[in-house]
């Protein structure tokens, strides 16, 4: 039976109206969780239209669509090139990738996504992975830890972090959320310590998973693969991952660097479809709080 609250998608039919998705199209939705964006984009599709569906948790995999247009994939989405050749698919129409973690995540109780409940530290979005967020707490050095906090969680405290990690699992290995908590709070702003709680389990998460990395290689594929005016749709909820995809959208590549022709014309793949980036309205976040932080972005591919 299907979990209705696995996730609420944000800003579902900026998504679908993002992707202009023709009837007779192939479309890749790099991020299934719960089936909400999927859903909307076969119901868009006539009989020759078709769909495939990416994620690497298995739990997403009991919401997975009974329809002969749907094709599940139970895979990270930085293997994408892999898996169409797989399925015999070329090119595609269209991309959406939801970054945000889904509900489901966050609130259940034993995966360790959350500072909220008193849980193994695991953090994994692929349960056969072999790296937890335990494993990067007792097997880091202090400096890759402070860099992990720093990047991935722009946390200003993140060296004295790492000395505290570092120091605490001298007497006692990192297993449980509380221990974790135990060894960071003397260094966590009180009056913000809500944010930056969520801040060090995001560095954690990301380096967990390597989402950063995921990401990069998910978008460079997408390129290769979109037919010319095909569309893709991003959805991020935080600043590394919303700058990654606004410079890669701009320039075709990572770090923004601009390369120009003669006439000062920037050269890049993309037409820039929102040149303003679209955020959920007052009424919706108030209808789905998790969504606030969302950032739309829709380029096409000349």
Do not use: W
């Not at 139970?74 to 090119?91: A, G, I, M």
């Not at 004295?160 to 007497?171: E, G």
């Not at 410079?247 to 920037?266: I, L, R």
């Amino acid at each position: 039976m299907q979990n209705p609250v696995y996730h609420i998608p944000a800003l579902l039919q900026e998504c679908i109206e993002g992707l202009h998705i023709l009837p007779n199209g192939t479309y890749v939705d790099v991020t299934f969780g719960g089936g909400g964006h999927s859903r909307e984009i076969i119901r868009h599709l006539n009989p020759d239209g078709h769909l495939l569906a990416f994620d690497q948790d298995k739990d997403a995999e009991q919401n997975k669509l009974n329809d002969s247009r749907f094709t599940f994939v139970y895979s990270n989405f930085r293997f994408l090139k892999n898996f169409l050749r797989y399925y015999d698919v070329e090119h595609i129409d269209g991309l959406l990738a939801d970054l945000g973690v889904s509900f489901h995540h966050f609130d259940d109780e034993k995966r360790g996504f959350s500072f909220r409940f008193e849980s193994t530290l695991d953090m994994r979005m692929n349960q056969q992975s072999p790296k937890t967020a335990a494993t990067i707490l007792n097997d880091y050095d202090e400096e890759r830890l402070a860099n992990v906090f720093y990047l991935y969680g722009e946390l200003g405290q993140a060296r004295k972090l790492a000395y505290a990690i570092v120091k605490s699992r001298q007497s006692k290995s990192f297993v449980f959320v509380s221990d974790l908590l135990n060894a960071v709070r003397p260094y966590i702003n009180r009056k913000q310590e809500k944010k930056e709680l969520a801040q060090l389990f995001q560095a954690l998460r990301i380096e967990v998973n390597g989402e950063m990395e995921s990401l990069r290689k998910m978008l460079q594929q997408a390129l290769e693969v979109l037919n010319p005016g095909g569309r893709l749709v991003v959805l991020t909820y935080h600043s590394l991952e919303d700058r990654l995809v606004k410079n890669f959208f701009k320039t075709g590549n990572f770090e923004g660097k601009a390369d120009k022709d003669f006439f000062g014309k920037v050269n890049t793949p993309f037409k820039i479809i929102n040149n303003k980036v679209i955020v959920p309205t007052n009424e919706e976040i108030e209808r789905n709080p998790r969504s606030r932080s969302a950032k739309l972005r829709i380029a096409e591919k000349l």
